[in-house]
């Protein structure tokens, strides 16, 4: 399978601690996303981070990405309740002349109040 | 980004019945991404609906258990077939974002239980 692999699965902090979720692919890459899915909704974009980029911030969440060991990592900053939810990572893979994403097994994360 | 309209949110279906799930875009699109994600479960790509041409399906789906309409460039439909318990998934329809590369547009999901 081509799935990503995501750790922890769960993860569960107090509300203003910092939350790093990691994600690791098994091939090459054009990009890499991360998801946010609240309650098993629909997926929410979080964050796009190319292949030839090494870190990417948006307001509290910062990405890295290391090609060399084909993994990524979510960092959210100071988190709220409001970030509890199940975030996932994607990435492109080009088959027969179409992109399509893989997703990531995901990591549920619980903020307490 | 687009916005796109996805129907029903949720649906019991009885074993051996058909639901068709219907998702609207508010632009015109080339390719839909239909996803299943089962419970706990990460997003399974199903297939890809063009328009205009057969839908492509990925390993482990079939045409006859997932037939998908792509009738234009802003609405597609994917319907469960012959639905047993072990179809009761949430399934997610998607397209690319105004660029590729920026990201996909998820619809609300449906959420399937089959009984």
């Known amino acids: 399978s081509q799935q990503g692999e995501e750790d922890p699965q769960a993860l569960s902090i107090q509300e203003g601690e910092n939350a790093t979720m990691n994600c690791s692919y098994k091939t090459s890459i054009n990009n890499l996303q991360w998801y946010r899915q609240n309650s098993g909704r629909g997926l929410v974009h979080l964050i796009l981070i190319r292949s030839n980029e090494r870190e990417k911030h948006s307001g509290r969440l910062r990405v890295t990405l290391d090609t060399s060991k084909k993994s990524s990592s979510l960092l959210i900053t100071a988190s709220r309740a409001a970030d509890t939810a199940s975030y996932f990572c994607?990435?492109?893979?080009?088959?027969?002349?179409?992109?399509?994403?893989?997703f990531g097994t995901g990591t549920r994360l619980k903020v307490l109040a | 980004s687009a916005v796109i309209s996805q129907k029903p949110s949720r649906d019991i279906c009885q074993r051996g019945t058909s639901l068709t799930i219907q998702c609207q875009v508010d632009?015109?699109?080339?390719?839909m991404f239909w996803y299943r994600q089962q419970p706990g479960q990460s997003l399974t790509l199903i297939a890809t609906?063009?328009?205009?041409?057969?839908?492509?399906?990925e390993s482990g789906f079939v045409i006859d258990k997932f037939p998908i309409s792509r009738p234009n460039l802003t609405f597609s439909t994917l319907t469960v077939s012959n639905m047993s318990p072990e179809d009761s998934s949430i399934y997610l329809c998607?397209?690319?974002?105004?660029?590729?590369?920026?990201?996909?547009?998820f619809g609300s999901g449906t959420r399937l239980t089959v009984v």
């Open positions: 609906a063009n328009q205009g041409s057969e839908a492509t399906y």
């Open positions: 994607a990435t492109d893979h080009l088959t027969s002349g179409t992109y399509k994403y893989i």
């Open positions: 998607s397209v690319n974002g105004a660029r590729r590369g920026y990201g996909y547009t």
């Open positions: 632009s015109q699109v080339t390719m």
